[in-house]
């Protein structure tokens, strides 16, 4: 759906983007990071065809966005960090004028109403823009990236200004749009990419450093691959069970941490993952397991050791197979 090919971007003698190449598959949500000055938003302003690259190639659903722009724009829906947004329109007003902008064909009165009840904006509906909250803002810049149904999102920030409860409303959204849209998700907040994206991708210095899943990021750079475990019954008992579990190398008690429950550190073997077998084994003998919890990096640890030491290799993988 989206093929990016040796991208380069320069301004003068500055390299902001420096040959990255990826792909997004079809129905596929990508989480895009970076910190600040990495090219990020240099990219994704080529990808939706705001700015041209200096070299390298962008596909999007066939579509060169130089060859072909007005096709290849036409696939996507973008929402930018700050919406474009006419202030002095009323909700209606600005969505109709959208609606004209895309030339969309679909039957006009259905498909906004659809879509406003998507983002529950119906009763701002004849309401001027400038007098709506932030959280509202956000919701009506969703709106029109969702006019004329585009099979590619690219959202950037999508999270902004909401409420808790609004954000994770948006969350659950953007999930059910990755089963019919490909998404391109960038966003600070990296626990919204842990639970949204199927994949990451993260630049740094206009390079880059990461393409995989959560998991296997955090597998690839993580040094200890132990699980800490919270379990309540006899220490001896317990650790025999462990110990013998296939796929576990070293079992350790950490002691007693309430009365009767017991911190153990398990060692998996290479790849193992033991947890069905432990909760099976753990289930026959009656001791509840009260905790378990890995001790690889999360994906801020990750982020912050791929954006500010460049570590010596990247993982690179390929979009969901389809």
Same mark, same amino acid.
């Given at each position: 759906?989206?093929? &990016?090919?040796?991208? *380069?971007?320069?301004?003068?003698?500055?390299?902001?983007?420096?040959?990255?190449?990826?792909?997004? #598959?079809?129905?596929?949500?990508?989480?895009?990071?970076?910190?600040?000055?990495?090219?990020?938003?240099?990219?994704?302003?080529?990808?939706?065809?705001?700015?041209? #690259?200096?070299?390298?190639?962008?596909?999007?659903?066939?579509?060169?966005?130089?060859?072909?722009?007005?096709?290849?724009?036409?696939?996507?829906?973008?929402?930018?960090?700050?919406?474009?947004?006419?202030?002095?329109?009323? &909700?209606?007003?600005?969505?109709?004028?959208? +609606?004209?902008?895309?030339?969309?064909?679909?039957?006009?009165?259905?498909?906004?109403?659809?879509?406003?009840?998507?983002?529950?904006?119906?009763?701002?509906?004849?309401?001027?823009? !400038?007098?709506?909250?932030?959280?509202?803002?956000?919701?009506?810049?969703?709106?029109?990236?969702?006019?004329?149904?585009?099979?590619?999102?690219?959202?950037?920030?999508? *999270?902004?200004?909401?409420?808790?409860?609004?954000?994770?409303?948006?969350?659950?959204?953007?999930?059910?749009?990755? !089963?019919?849209?490909?998404?391109?998700? #960038?966003?600070?907040?990296?626990?919204?990419?842990?639970? &949204?994206?199927?994949?990451?991708?993260?630049?740094?210095?206009?390079?880059? &450093?990461?393409?995989? *899943?959560?998991?296997?990021?955090?597998?690839?750079?993580?040094?200890?691959?132990?699980?800490?475990?919270?379990?309540?019954?006899?220490?001896?008992?317990?650790?025999?069970?462990?110990?013998?579990?296939?796929?576990?190398?070293?079992?350790?008690?950490?002691?007693? !941490?309430?009365?009767?429950?017991?911190?153990?550190?398990?060692?998996?073997?290479?790849?193992?993952?033991?947890?069905?077998?432990?909760?099976?084994?753990?289930?026959?003998?009656?001791?509840?397991?009260?905790?378990?919890?890995?001790?690889?990096?999360?994906?801020?640890?990750? +982020?912050? #050791?791929?954006?500010?030491?460049?570590?010596?290799?990247? *993982?690179?993988?390929?979009?969901?197979?389809?």
């Amino acid at each position: 759906m989206i093929n &990016v090919q040796n991208l *380069t971007k320069r301004y003068g003698s500055h390299l902001a983007v420096d040959n990255i190449s990826f792909q997004v #598959s079809e129905g596929e949500i990508l989480g895009f990071l970076g910190p600040n000055g990495a090219g990020k938003s240099t990219t994704m302003n080529i990808l939706t065809g705001y700015l041209s #690259s200096s070299e390298g190639t962008v596909t999007i659903n066939g579509h060169d966005i130089l060859e072909e722009p007005n096709e290849a724009k036409a696939s996507i829906g973008y929402l930018p960090e700050q919406p474009p947004l006419y202030l002095d329109m009323t &909700v209606r007003e600005y969505l109709d004028f959208v +609606f004209d902008l895309k030339q969309c064909k679909f039957n006009r009165k259905k498909h906004i109403a659809e879509i406003c009840r998507l983002m529950q904006i119906e009763h701002v509906y004849d309401r001027l823009i !400038k007098n709506l909250s932030k959280g509202y803002r956000q919701r009506v810049g969703f709106a029109q990236a969702l006019i004329g149904n585009p099979p590619v999102l690219v959202l950037d920030e999508p *999270t902004v200004g909401l409420d808790p409860n609004q954000i994770i409303e948006i969350r659950a959204l953007i999930k059910n749009l990755g !089963k019919h849209h490909t998404v391109i998700l #960038s966003s600070h907040i990296l626990q919204e990419i842990e639970a &949204v994206c199927d994949r990451i991708v993260i630049i740094n210095e206009g390079k880059l &450093v990461a393409d995989d *899943t959560a998991s296997a990021l955090s597998e690839k750079y993580s040094s200890d691959r132990r699980r800490m475990a919270l379990i309540a019954g006899d220490e001896k008992r317990v650790t025999d069970i462990l110990t013998h579990l296939p796929g576990v190398e070293d079992v350790v008690c950490y002691g007693e !941490k309430e009365d009767g429950v017991y911190e153990y550190a398990i060692e998996p073997q290479d790849g193992a993952d033991f947890r069905r077998a432990l909760f099976t084994a753990l289930s026959k003998e009656g001791y509840p397991l009260l905790g378990l919890r890995s001790m690889e990096m999360s994906l801020e640890e990750i +982020f912050i #050791s791929l954006t500010r030491e460049q570590l010596p290799q990247t *993982t690179r993988k390929g979009g969901k197979s389809k």
